[in-house]
């Protein structure tokens, strides 16, 4: 069984920074970022594969935010840079543990956290 553990939101200002973490137990084969706004659907953001660290993003992720993992600690980080309101959202981790199914479509994947707030104010 896979659980996923998630920190490090909070408020910022437009341009500023934060590091989402997500502490994991259990076999993963690919973790993903989502985001959910207030009325909008949930969203892919990034993509890591577990085993060889290939990482996709979504185009509004391009540029300014980066997905990593460090397998020591068990844990998937994704580093926000050049926040904007728009990125606003509960933020959530969700786990893969078999290669099937697109990597963008939350309904492929098995394994959610509880989501952690991300605001950004102008």
């Known amino acids: 069984q896979v659980q996923l553990v998630e920190s490090g939101g909070g408020s910022v200002q437009a341009g500023g920074s934060l590091r989402l973490s997500c502490v994991t137990s259990g076999y993963t084969y690919s973790i993903s970022w989502f985001r959910q706004a207030p009325g909008k659907e949930r969203e892919v953001v990034a993509y890591i594969n577990s085993r060889n660290g290939n990482t996709v993003y979504a185009d509004s992720a391009k540029g300014r935010f980066t997905i990593s993992q460090d397998n020591v600690k068990n844990t998937v980080y994704l580093q926000m840079d050049s926040l904007k309101p728009e990125d606003t959202a509960i933020y959530y981790c969700?786990?893969?543990?078999?290669?099937?199914?697109?990597?963008?479509?939350?309904?492929?994947?098995?394994?959610w956290g509880q989501g952690t707030q991300v605001t950004v104010s102008s």
């Open positions: 969700a786990a893969k543990a078999r290669p099937y199914g697109g990597w963008s479509s939350p309904s492929t994947y098995a394994y």
